[in-house]
């Protein structure tokens, strides 16, 4: 693992995580 990926995956953006749930929401209805 990179020191790079560390940080983006501790610290995942949660407004695209809100749109990701969102329109698969969408979808899956």
């Known amino acids: 693992m990179t020191k790079e990926e ?11 995580v809100e749109i990701l749930d969102k329109l698969t929401a969408l979808m899956i209805t």
């Open 6 to 16: 560390d940080p983006k995956a501790e610290k995942p953006p949660r407004l695209s």
